[in-house]
């Protein structure tokens, strides 16, 4: 960890935060193809990757939490995760990925989404939260608290909603807060994801049978 700097602490490949991953069902898919997702949405269940060169957040929160899901053959899986939530956040370059393994006839097949390639038109979200396990980017964070107390936060949009009733988040576990994060470099794995609203630019959509993923 560096020493802060003008306001901000850069940390080098830290494993903190991310960008949303879209469910490969055809009924998101209209949504996205019209240009925005409103209301809250979720991909559970099943890892996703997400690479993104840039991100800005504005209301950053940061806590521990347990994700549930169900495995493709219906056996639940419970996996710990970091949460990183953002009042609002712009995304350049965003390329999300999900494969689903072992297809009949196909075998892996991918659904790669691509957006926000435009600097002028990056993508844009509001009150996102991102369960996350695995994160690598340059990261600066603006006026950063360190240790506060999760349900105690005021910089950002707090625990996700059902989290402490459903005993899956701590509200006086471990968390850190900034007024603002800025991220380059993203590459990240999560397991789910939701949005008031996810509006995506210069969107493509496309299935591979190969496999493939953004990196």
């Known amino acids: 960890?560096?020493?802060?700097?003008?306001?901000?602490?850069?940390?080098?490949?830290?494993?903190?935060v991310m960008v949303?991953?879209?469910?490969?069902?055809?009924?998101?898919?209209?949504?996205?193809a019209q240009g925005a997702?409103?209301?809250s949405f979720s991909v559970s269940g099943q890892q996703f990757k997400v690479k993104a060169a840039s991100l800005e957040g504005d209301g950053f929160v940061q806590?521990?939490?347990i994700?549930?899901?169900?495995?493709?053959?219906?056996e639940k899986t419970i996996?710990?995760?970091?949460?990183?939530?953002?009042?609002?956040?712009?995304?350049?370059?965003?390329?999300?990925?999900?494969?689903?393994p072992n297809v009949p006839i196909f075998g892996n097949v991918s659904l790669i989404l691509r957006a926000g390639?435009?600097?002028?038109?990056?993508?844009?979200?509001?009150?996102?939260?991102?369960?996350?396990d695995?994160?690598?980017?340059?990261?600066?964070?603006?006026?950063?608290?360190?240790?506060?107390?999760?349900?105690?936060?005021?910089?950002?949009?707090?625990?996700?909603?059902g989290e402490v009733a459903n005993k899956q988040a701590n509200p006086y576990g471990f968390a850190q807060e900034a007024d603002h994060a800025s991220l380059t470099g993203v590459e990240q794995t999560a397991w789910a994801t939701t949005a008031g609203t996810f509006k995506l630019s210069n969107l493509h959509m496309a299935i591979s049978t190969k496999g493939e993923e953004c990196y």
């Not at 994700?67 to 219906?74: K, M, N, R």
């Not at 609002?88 to 999900?98: D, F, K």
């Not at 390639?117 to 996350?132: F, G, M, R, S, W």
């Open 67 to 74: 994700d549930s899901g169900y495995t493709l053959s219906g």
């Open 134 to 161: 695995d994160l690598s980017a340059d990261a600066t964070f603006t006026n950063i608290n360190i240790g506060v107390a999760a349900g105690s936060s005021t910089k950002g949009p707090g625990i996700k909603s």
């Open 20 to 32: 949303p991953s879209v469910a490969a069902t055809a009924c998101i898919g209209v949504a996205l």
């Open 79 to 100: 996996h710990p995760v970091a949460v990183s939530a953002f009042n609002s956040a712009e995304i350049t370059n965003l390329c999300q990925s999900v494969v689903t």
């Open 37 to 39: 997702l409103a209301a």
């Open 117 to 132: 390639t435009d600097p002028k038109k990056p993508v844009e979200a509001t009150k996102l939260y991102i369960d996350l």
């Open 1 to 16: 960890m560096e020493s802060q700097v003008r306001g901000g602490t850069r940390w080098k490949r830290f494993a903190v």
């Open 63 to 65: 806590y521990g939490a």
